[in-house]
C-alpha cells in the first residue's frame, strides 16, 4: 500500500508505505466490501456497535438494512449444498449472492493441480479456465486452515474462489468459524 501527501508548493510525497500489503487491488464490484471502505456515523454506527454488543459480527449486521438473509429469499443455485446452506444462514443476501458466485466460479471455473506436499500442507496452483493467470493456495488438511496468495480473505473477509475449490476437492462442506467475518 502507498500513501501520498500534497505539501503546500504542490509537491506529492509518499508518507506511508506497506510492503506486505500488496495484494491485487479489489475489483469495482468488490470495493464496498473492504474494510477500508467500511466507515460509517451516526444512527448506522449506533445500530451496529449494539449488535456487535450481543456478539453478532459487522458482517451478519451491515449493507442497506437487508440484515440477515432471509432463508426464503435467498436461493441457492445448487441443491443441498452444505457451503450455501450455512452461507444462508450467516450471510446477507448481498453477500450470500457474492459467496454463492465465488463457489460456482470455484467448482465449474476454476482448474487446479497439485504442486507439493509438505508435511500436513499440500500446495495447490489454482487459476480460471482460458486464463493463464494462477494462485497459490496451501491447505493444512489437520487444521482445515486455507490460504490464497490473491489474498481476498484478508482483503474482503470472504474467501476466494480459488480456497473454495480446494475445500470442495477435500470434501470440507462446512467453514470454520475463522472463515465468517
Ligand atoms: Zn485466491
Known amino acids: 500500500m502507498v500513501r501520498f501527501k500534497a505539501d503546500i508548493n504542490g509537491k506529492w510525497w509518499i508518507n506511508k508505505l506497506v510492503e506486505e500489503n500488496n495484494h491485487e487491488l479489489a475489483s ?3 470495493r ?3 474494510r477500508s471502505h467500511c466507515s460509517i456515523h451516526g444512527k448506522e454506527a449506533g445500530f ?3 449488535m456487535s454488543k450481543v456478539g453478532i459480527s459487522w458482517r451478519q449486521a451491515e449493507v442497506d438494512k437487508d440484515f440477515m438473509c432471509n432463508q426464503k ?3 441457492p443455485t445448487i441443491q443441498h449444498s452444505p457451503l450455501l446452506n450455512q452461507a444462508r444462514e450467516v450471510y446477507t ?5 457474492i459467496f454463492q458466485k465465488l463457489l460456482v466460479n470455484g467448482a465449474c471455473g476454476s482448474r487446479s493441480n497439485v504442486i507439493s506436499t509438505i508435511a500436513n500442507t499440500m500446495i495447490y496452483s489454482v487459476g480460471r479456465f482460458g486464463d493463464q493467470k494462477e494462485y497459490q493456495v496451501n491447505f493444512d488438511s489437520t487444521s482445515k486452515d486455507i490460504k490464497c496468495t490473491c489474498k481476498k480473505f484478508e482483503t474482503v473477509g470472504l474467501l476466494c474462489s480459488h480456497a473454495l475449490r480446494i475445500l470442495l476437492m477435500m470434501n470440507v462442506m462446512v467453514l470454520s468459524d475463522r ?3
Not at 443476501?93 to 449472492?97: C, Q
Open 73 to 75: 429469499s435467498a436461493t
Open 48 to 50: 451496529l456497535q449494539s
Open 93 to 97: 443476501i448481498k453477500i450470500y449472492n
Open 28 to 30: 469495482p464490484k468488490e
Open 179 to 181: 472463515y465468517i467475518v
Open 32 to 34: 464496498h466490501l473492504l
